[in-house]
């Protein structure tokens, strides 16, 4: 059996799905990026992360929570919000909805880098005097 073209309507709404696709990531990106960069401010200013031991790890373990609750969250929130249509009081509720699902998200990142963020600094310390990286 030979498959039909699709409709003219079924073109128009694939074409408009992918846009609104797009947008969506795009801001996210874009979100995202700053993020970064903002990591990347607090890396090299003189105080943080300096020390060495623990302070580092529970560095990381904050960072990284409030990063999912306030950031990563919200952005996954939003993203439902203009997924699912919305009114005048709906992204409250979306948002309010979201918060212990973020708090379970931040609390697990939070717990990783607890268990893992010494091995992992350390070999991040590895690298960047090995190849020289993050030098003044």
């Not at 970064?36 to 105080?47: D, E, I, M, N, T």
């Not at 699902?101 to 600094?121: E, I, Q, R, Y």
């Amino acid at each position: 059996m030979k498959d039909s073209a699709p409709s003219p309507r079924r073109l128009q709404y694939l074409r408009d799905y992918r846009r609104r696709k797009r947008s969506i990531r795009l801001w996210q990106v874009c979100l995202l990026a700053g993020l970064f960069a903002l990591c990347g401010v607090l890396k090299k200013s003189p105080r943080a992360w300096r020390d060495g031991g623990w302070r580092d790890i529970l560095g990381l373990t904050v960072f990284g929570f409030l990063c999912i609750l306030l950031v990563v969250g919200p952005l996954l929130d939003t993203s439902t919000f203009f997924m699912a249509g919305f009114s005048a009081s709906s992204p409250l509720a979306v948002y309010l909805a979201g918060v212990p699902v973020n708090c379970v998200h931040g609390s697990a990142v939070a717990l990783t880098m607890l268990l893992f963020g010494k091995p992992l600094l350390d070999r991040l310390r590895r690298i960047q005097i090995k190849y020289g990286m993050m030098e003044p």
